[in-house]
């Protein structure tokens, strides 16, 4: 059974930072490209960044937001720096066997983590 499980999340103030972890399998994370979206309230979920099953290529939308992974916990993370009232959303992890920029890429999820930044 594959888990995606997301923790992290919190209530901070603009400028402050995060770091989201996305606990997995080490299955999952050697062969599976690895990724981030976000659904703010009332909106579609959107592409943050994803990483490669090799680490070598990461690709993230906020020039703010670092995406990596820890192979000895199985972990993914998305560290978000000086964070604004626009990065609230709940923040989702993904996996895929194709990597992209669309949730179609990806065909595991976890449950999200909410994220809220107050200005």
């Known amino acids: 059974q594959v888990q995606l499980v997301e923790s992290g999340g919190g209530l901070v103030q603009a400028g402050a930072s995060l770091r989201l972890s996305c606990a997995t399998s080490?299955?999952?994370?050697?062969?599976?490209?690895m990724a981030w979206f976000r659904q703010a309230p009332g909106q579609d979920r959107k592409f943050v960044a994803f990483?490669?099953?090799?680490?070598e290529r990461t690709y993230s939308v906020e020039g703010r937001f670092t995406i990596s992974k820890e192979k000895v916990n199985n972990t993914v993370y998305l560290r978000m720096d000086g964070l604004k009232s626009e990065d609230t959303a709940v923040y989702y992890c993904?996996?895929?066997?194709?990597?992209?920029?669309?949730?179609?890429?990806?065909?595991?999820w976890g449950r999200g983590t909410q994220v809220t930044v107050s200005s």
């Open positions: 993904a996996a895929g066997i194709r990597v992209g920029i669309t949730e179609r890429n990806y065909g595991f």
């Open positions: 080490g299955s999952l994370l050697r062969n599976y490209h």
């Open positions: 990483i490669t099953p090799d680490g």
